[in-house]
């Protein structure tokens, strides 16, 4: 397996966030299910209806990848040496670990047994950022770690793993039509059960067409406008299988909706499954922590690909409690 710095995932939100995908070899059990056939978006994407796009989707010329079969984001310190995170990667993912995640990522509810492994790991406790240009410093700090990051991992011994947490959405799969961006989509299906307050540290989405900007969040019903909780940025999502991010620190109450925005590329949507009074959308980004604004239900469209993962927060720590948002 292959550890490469993405840079498109490199945001604040309090500390610096780094993102670093996974790529599978192929000896490992989960490439065949990465390695992908997608479609390829002439320049400008899709402007026709929405009820079109799947049929234009369809004629669309197609090439062959291999797939992150997983990505996870770390919290880093403003000042981080390359090296030192470098070091710090490997004692995370150690080659128990990497065995480990390569096989549970082939099993069913992969995302809860990655979940569980992901948070038992260290952090680095970075302070909050204090640079006033956000954007310098993510491109100075994507310039400082990128070449250091594009790392072989060995793999060891498959140990054993437990899993329960917070879910929230429809889950992540390969749906019957999909749905381009610019729009901020909230799905009803499957709010989150949690009996109080908890975190969403892992998320999945699968995507039609590759996926571009996108920000995943959660939302909850203000008597007419829906409001977003809290949020954060993932950057771009591969087209053709489920991908899954850990990392994430994302703030989740009792029936919660899943929530998206992305600026490129088409979401796995369904027509079928769900509930379309319950799913909305709405033109333009919404999804910062506060935004508010009343949406229209999507009627066509019921589910979307997109997961939450996480467990609920007692006395300070985050724990395996069942939280899911979204239907699975």
Known sequence: MRAVLNTTGTHVKSTLRVRVDFYPEETDESYKINRVSVPVEPVGGY???????????????????????????MAVDETI???????HLLSIFDPDTIATIDHVLTLPAAAHYLDSIMRSKPTLSPKSVVTQDIVDLCNSTNEKLVSSINITLNKGVVFKVDSGSITVGAGAANYNNARAGNNTYVEGTNAARSSGTGVITTAQFWANANIGGLRYGMFWWNAGPYVCRDSEAIGNVVAGSVQTFSGLTINVELNDKNGVYYTAGNLEMDTVIGDALLTANIAGEYIDPGDSTNYAPSGLYKAMAAYGIGGQMISGNIVPKLISVGMI
């Open 47 to 73: 402007t026709g209806k929405p009820e079109d796009l799947n049929a234009w989707i369809e004629k669309l010329p197609r090439i062959e990848q291999v797939n992150p079969c997983f990505s996870h984001f």
């Open 81 to 87: 040496k390359a090296d030192y995170f470098h070091d």
